[in-house]
């Protein structure tokens, strides 16, 4: 038997990683578990951690599932596995954008594994965006908007209101006791339905299916189904199986929870209208243009309910609105499946384009020892480095006629008093004054651009 202490100490692997290395590991595992917690699908979650792991010099692989994920770090013969179980958060899109935009920052070298766990405690430490009341009223927004296109009466918006209401009491009060979060869909589904026969019953309306669909629209389980579905297609058979389970799970509870509801509300409204316990109230038929403002209110409530940043708002009810009118018009031209499959293709291709358009980063571009570097900062460029003699800022300044030659040459040879900053130099000398400088120095990356 070989003595350990024997094995050339470069072909065993070491037991006591750096300070560095720990720091990446630690980083690694902080921002999976966030992302994870936020919403990212497997192969999104897998392939980001990978890329992180890659720019820090890390050799490592990854396995994601809705309820766990494994990390295991080095080369297969002596790797070190981690093993995080995580509870499937709710989607939050202002974590997922800060949370992609730290790990961009990481890949792209601007920030370093200690600062990364820094600023993903920072982003996590933050109070919701949205307030409790801003939450309940876009729980009763969207169930009236949903009651909108169902086309009920003016009477059944109030009482879409009325069990949007009682749907984000019940969803907002489970959020913050957990021993309400295994019950909250049946037990929402229940109480829902059984209002919503109640009130129907009540204004003898006969839209009690509708307003339960408009109260429980916010707990059906579309983002897990999609998320499920996309992870299948790129072959995470284990996360989108496991997926679909949930999100089917979660149909069966809200199934159950509105047959019971149904039958006890029904019972109630049928007692009611025997007695003549009914309010004669007007129910009218909505105006077309009800549902032009549903469509717009509706993505907003999402807003809100998704946990969004604000400025993100006009593109989410573009796409929104995208989607329903493509689905709408289509599906009478070519059939309501087809009219489906389209508006989900146009909102899937126009946030693809969308995003690629308003990425953060930098674009590197040679032509022999020619080199050119673009920095963008949201699909904006921000700043450009060349190797070209011509595109220099001096020789830009001195081809448009704003400077002299000499003077570029006296600023240059005053850049160790301004740390090398040729416009802070030449501001300094009197030749330029600061908004010129500003004005040129836009003009100049948009030529290079």
């Known amino acids: 038997m070989t003595d350990p202490a024997s094995t050339p100490a470069h072909s065993r692997p070491s037991d006591t990683p750096?300070?560095?290395?720990?720091?990446?590991?630690?980083?690694?595992?902080?921002?999976?578990?966030?992302?994870h917690n936020a919403g990212f699908s497997a192969h999104r979650l897998e392939a980001t951690l990978s890329d992180v792991s890659r720019k820090l010099g890390l050799e490592a692989q990854f396995f994601s599932t809705p309820t766990s994920i494994m990390?295991?770090?080095?080369?297969p013969d002596?790797?070190?596995?981690?093993?995080?179980?995580?509870?499937?958060?709710?989607?939050?899109?202002?974590?997922?954008s800060g949370l992609d935009r730290i790990a961009r920052d990481v890949v792209y070298g601007t920030l370093g594994p200690a600062e990364g766990n820094l600023r993903i405690e920072r982003l996590l430490a933050?109070?919701?965006?949205?307030?409790?009341?801003?939450?309940?009223?876009?729980?009763?927004?969207?169930?009236?908007?949903?009651?909108?296109?169902?086309?009920?009466?003016?009477?059944?918006?109030?009482?879409?209101?009325?069990?949007?209401?009682?749907c984000g009491t019940i969803i907002t009060r489970s959020r913050r006791h957990s021993e309400w979060l295994d019950i909250e869909e049946p037990l929402s589904a229940f109480l829902v339905a059984t209002l919503a026969q109640f009130l129907a019953a009540l204004i003898d309306s006969?839209?009690?299916?509708?307003?339960?669909?408009?109260?429980?629209?916010?707990?059906?389980?579309?983002?897990?189904?999609?998320t499920g579905l996309i992870e299948l297609s790129t072959r995470h058979l284990s996360s989108g199986t496991a997926r679909l389970s949930g999100a089917l799970v979660t149909f069966l509870g809200l199934g159950f929870g509105?047959?019971?509801?149904?039958?006890?509300?029904?019972?109630?409204?049928g007692w009611m209208t025997a007695h003549d316990f009914v309010l004669h109230l007007s129910n009218a038929a909505l105006p077309f243009w009800v549902e032009g403002i549903g469509v717009i209110v509706a993505p907003l409530c999402f807003t809100v309910l998704l946990q969004a940043n604000a400025k993100e708002a006009p593109w989410i009810v573009l796409a929104a609105a995208t989607?329903?009118?493509?689905?709408?018009?289509?599906?009478?031209?070519?059939?309501?499946?087809?009219?489906?499959?389209?508006?989900?293709?146009?909102?899937?291709?126009?946030?693809t384009v969308i995003a690629l358009r308003r990425d953060t980063g930098a674009l590197y571009f040679r032509d022999g020892t020619k080199k050119k570097k673009i920095y963008l900062v949201e699909g904006v460029p921000e700043f450009v480095m060349s190797s070209d003699k011509r595109e220099l800022f001096g020789e830009h300044l001195v081809a448009r006629g704003q400077v002299l030659r000499m003077e570029v040459e006296m600023a240059l040879a005053m850049?160790?008093?301004?740390?090398?900053?040729?416009?802070?130099?030449?501001?300094?000398?009197?030749?330029?004054?600061?908004?010129?400088?500003?004005?040129?120095i836009h003009q100049q990356t948009t030529d290079r651009f």
């Not at 002596?78 to 997922?96: F, K, M, V, W, Y």
């Not at 006969?206 to 999609?226: D, H, S």
């Not at 509105?258 to 109630?268: E, F, R």
């Not at 599906?331 to 499946?337: I, K, S, T, V, Y």
């Open 18 to 35: 750096t300070s560095g290395s720990t720091d990446a590991v630690g980083f690694i595992l902080r921002l999976g578990c966030a992302l």
């Open 71 to 75: 990390a295991a770090f080095g080369p």
């Open 415 to 440: 850049l160790p008093r301004y740390s090398g900053r040729l416009g802070d130099a030449l501001c300094g000398l009197g030749v330029l004054r600061p908004i010129e400088l500003f004005r040129a």
């Open 126 to 166: 933050e109070p919701p965006r949205w307030v409790l009341w801003q939450v309940l009223v876009a729980f009763v927004l969207v169930s009236v908007s949903v009651a909108s296109f169902l086309k009920v009466g003016t009477g059944d918006l109030l009482c879409a209101a009325l069990v949007g209401l009682l």
């Open 258 to 269: 509105v047959a019971l509801g149904t039958k006890l509300g029904t019972a109630v409204g």
């Open 78 to 96: 002596s790797q070190r596995t981690h093993l995080i179980r995580a509870e499937p958060g709710s989607t939050n899109l202002s974590h997922l």
């Open 206 to 226: 006969g839209a009690g299916y509708a307003i339960t669909v408009a109260g429980l629209v916010v707990l059906l389980p579309g983002m897990a189904f999609t």
């Open 323 to 351: 989607a329903y009118l493509t689905s709408r018009f289509a599906g009478r031209a070519l059939g309501e499946e087809l009219g489906a499959f389209l508006g989900a293709l146009m909102v899937s291709g126009g946030s």
